[in-house]
């Protein structure tokens, strides 16, 4: 899954525009403006609730276009908070898609990536629309150690999974093998454990399930981050609360696609086990000193957008809109991003807080979530 999606010549996401009605799949960011913004008014009203810390950097594991972060950063220019505040800090693999995110968030020719100092931890650097400093960086380990709100929205699903199934003497992991008779891909069970079998399966109930210990150890560092520096998560995928057994797909063109068929032309992905991410925030690694954060959700998309005002949001929009066709398109967006049908259940919300947080938050919830 690593190989096929982010192999640095061949990957799937490293060499093209993957997104939107010719690409392989919709994102909701891609659908309304309405999705960011709702997002940039709640980051607004948390990073409020922390005492309004500055200098602070927002940062988005796994940006695609930079559609997300645009309209964020077009909110928060509007409650004044731009130039050197806080910085935009980007965790992308994928120099193509950089440079979307480049075009979208520096859109001037004055603003172009400038050079990068040596001995620094980005690989590119600009300047945003409204003045503050964008920085892109290959892994969350090397942002700036500073107050974060960190966005992941769409970006766990991608990362790499292993697939383990219980046959008769113990747990197993699913390979991938070449048949060497008509050279197709195929998968097959490990002859015996592999390292992949060392996952937490003492009181699993599943028979076969997948694991993704790469999500793991970023959840694990954005927790730690969020202890000592101080911050807020908040993580956006479809996903399941560790019931789920078999979950790993290809799309193409908005499509199913037999991952083992053609890879490196389709996306692949698998859902979230949101239950495995809110365990890694809450266990520390045995070398590493913070404590246990506070994580709040999964919820439904449809209840964190209906509560946090995306029908009165619909109605401004409506009412200053003079196109019949902007209306409509307007009102179908709100459905799709809305409706159980549709991805008001499918994606989930989940938040991050510090423990320090705790008395504030019992008086203060995160909107939204309750
Ligand atoms: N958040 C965007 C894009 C989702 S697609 C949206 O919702 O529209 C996944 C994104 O994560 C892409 O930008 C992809 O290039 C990036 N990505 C995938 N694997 C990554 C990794 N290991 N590290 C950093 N970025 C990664």
Redesign the pocket.
């Known amino acids: 899954m690593k190989e096929v999606?982010?192999n640095p010549t061949a990957g799937y996401?490293m060499n093209r525009d993957v997104?939107g009605q010719t690409g392989d799949f919709i994102?909701?960011?891609?659908i309304s403006q309405m999705f960011g913004e709702l997002i940039a008014v709640w980051l607004v009203n948390e990073w409020t609730k922390c005492g309004r810390p500055t200098p602070f950097q927002i940062a988005e594991?796994?940006?695609?276009?930079g559609?997300?972060m645009a309209d964020i950063l077009r909110v928060f220019s509007k409650f004044k908070i731009a130039g050197s505040d806080f910085s935009v800090n980007l965790?992308?693999?994928?120099p193509y898609?950089g440079q979307v995110q480049e075009k979208q968030l520096c859109p001037t020719q004055a603003q172009e990536a400038t050079e990068v100092p040596q001995g620094s931890q980005h690989y590119k650097q600009s300047i945003s629309l409204y003045g503050s400093q964008v920085r892109w960086y290959n892994h969350i380990s090397d942002l700036p150690r500073t107050f974060t709100l960190f966005l992941a929205?769409?970006?766990f699903d991608?990362?790499p999974i292993h697939k383990l199934v219980k046959v008769d003497q113990g747990w197993r992991e699913v390979l991938i093998d070449l048949n060497r008779e008509d050279l197709t891909l195929r998968y097959v069970i490990s002859r015996d454990r592999t390292p992949a079998c060392l996952y937490r399966l003492d009181n699993e109930s599943r028979e076969e399930l997948e694991v993704s210990p790469q999500s793991l150890v970023i959840t694990q560092t954005m927790a730690a981050r969020i202890h000592q520096d101080g911050g807020i998560g908040l993580v956006i995928d479809y996903g399941h609360e560790g019931d789920k057994t078999d979950t790993f797909r290809g799309f193409k063109n908005h499509k199913l696609h037999d991952p083992l068929v053609d890879p490196g032309t389709a996306d692949l992905t698998a859902d979230v086990d949101f239950a495995a991410l809110k365990w890694a925030a809450t266990h520390p690694r045995a070398f590493e000193d913070w404590k246990a954060n506070l994580t709040y959700g999964t919820v439904d998309q449809k209840d964190f957008l209906t509560r946090v005002g995306i029908n009165l949001r619909l109605e401004q929009l409506l009412a200053s809109c003079r196109d019949e066709n902007v209306a409509r398109d307007l009102k179908s967006a709100h459905k799709m991003l809305t409706d159980p049908m549709e991805m008001g259940s499918k994606f989930k919300f989940l938040a991050l807080y510090p423990s320090v947080m705790e008395k504030i938050l019992e008086r203060y919830p995160p909107p939204g979530f309750v």
């Open positions: 999606l982010t996401y997104f994102t909701s960011p891609e594991l796994g940006p695609g276009r559609t997300l965790v992308e693999v994928s898609l929205h769409e970006f991608a990362l």
